[in-house]
């Protein structure tokens, strides 16, 4: 399949790597001077101490002068969506899938509808990534494949979850021919509501630590208060409640249902210890601190205004006083 990547950030290196690898003919739009390191040096990942064989996408700098492409892959951060979109509304592709945290609002208002309205509904997915890592030095991608979530696709409206010529069933072949592990989501925008309060926290954690994120994971009185503003968060969000301004906020559910039993099910004391044991490993070294750290000052504050947005007029003192820490 013919495939173009909209980003050269970790995500887009590591799909466009994967698939190109997989056999795929993988277009990466990128500009300035990650273009020029990516045309002269490939990109090499590395995953769990194994080095890839570097590869060499062809690299283009205007969306407008790649190829038509079966599927379309937008991997940019959330504070470049707005900058980007009349681009993204002109992708030429039968399938355009964000891998972006574009939560706020219904799936018919926030920056989830309006990427959707600019790209078409009849072509659009929302997904998530199942992979983390970071940029090394000298430019190779060191990632993990996050165990506990894969890649995530929400189902086309109004399509069946086994339509083969369904968008999502469409991205979820293609992914898979990369060995990626895929899951599908029924409701696609309450999956990303609950990431958006999720990673807000966590990563407000990690920067207010300024990124020591093995320092937190030792902190238990930190860690504890970090699951009970997770948990502030996911009850707000899953009770409904209407805006000074009349807009009305259905009450979302908190999925995927893992995250929903860590945090709302289960003991303090235990979740407690399983996120300081996760932050000390992988997930936090490699999977969060990184992009914490890069994030800081440019797609964190867009995803805390995010979870402002979405939880007006609700309080969420826990939460509000972590954001405050974290921009120091």
Same mark, same amino acid.
């Given at each position: 399949m013919r495939v173009l990547v909209f980003g050269a950030g970790v995500i887009g290196r590591v799909f466009a +790597?994967?698939?190109?690898?997989?056999? =795929?003919?993988?277009?990466?739009?990128?500009? @300035?001077?990650? #273009?020029?390191?990516?045309?002269? =040096? @490939?990109?090499?990942?590395? *995953?769990? $101490?194994?080095?890839?064989?570097?590869?060499?996408p062809m690299v283009v700098t205007d969306a407008a002068d790649a190829d038509t492409a079966d599927v379309a892959l937008i991997a940019i951060r959330r504070d470049q969506v707005d900058a980007a979109l009349p681009q993204l509304a002109g992708l030429?592709?039968?399938?355009? +899938?964000?891998? /972006?945290?574009?939560?706020? @609002?219904?799936?018919e208002s926030g920056e989830l509808g309006v990427l959707?309205?600019?790209?078409?509904?009849?072509?659009?997915?929302?997904?998530?990534? @199942?992979?983390? $890592?970071?940029?090394?030095?000298?430019?190779?991608? *060191?990632y993990l494949q996050v165990a506990q979530q894969p890649t995530t696709i929400g189902v086309a409206s109004g399509r069946a979850v086994q339509d083969a010529t369904a968008p999502h069933?469409?991205?979820?072949?293609?992914? *898979?021919?990369?060995?990626?592990?895929?899951?599908? +989501?029924?409701?696609? *925008?309450?999956?990303?509501?609950? =990431?958006?309060?999720?990673?807000?926290?966590?990563?407000?954690? /990690? #920067?207010?630590?300024?990124?020591?994120?093995?320092?937190? #994971?030792a902190d238990s009185t930190a860690v504890r208060e970090l699951v009970l503003t997770v948990r502030e968060g996911f009850l707000a969000l899953r009770e409904p409640a209407r805006a000074r301004s009349g807009a009305y906020r259905p009450g979302a559910t908190i999925t995927p249902r893992a995250l929903s039993v860590i945090f709302l099910r289960m003991p303090v004391w235990f979740s407690t210890r399983y996120w300081q044991r996760q932050l000390a490993g992988d997930l936090g070294r490699l999977g969060l601190a990184p992009h914490a750290i890069a994030a800081r000052f440019t797609e964190l504050p867009a995803l805390q205004r995010d979870v402002r947005d979405l939880m007006a007029p609700t309080p969420v003192p826990r939460l509000e006083r972590l954001f405050a820490t974290a921009a120091g």
């Open positions: +790597a994967r698939l190109l690898s997989a056999g =795929h003919d993988v277009q990466v739009v990128s500009r @300035g001077e990650t #273009a020029e390191l990516l045309r002269a =040096h @490939g990109i090499t990942l590395v *995953r769990d $101490g194994v080095r890839a064989e570097t590869v060499f030429r592709a039968g399938v355009v +899938a964000s891998l /972006i945290n574009v939560a706020s @609002g219904s799936s959707e309205a600019a790209i078409g509904s009849a072509r659009f997915v929302p997904a998530f990534p @199942g992979v983390a $890592g970071k940029v090394e030095d000298d430019g190779v991608v *060191r069933s469409q991205l979820r072949a293609l992914l *898979r021919t990369a060995n990626l592990p895929v899951a599908l +989501a029924a409701d696609m *925008r309450a999956w990303l509501q609950t =990431h958006l309060i999720f990673i807000s926290a966590f990563e407000s954690a /990690i #920067a207010a630590v300024d990124g020591d994120v093995a320092a937190l #994971a």
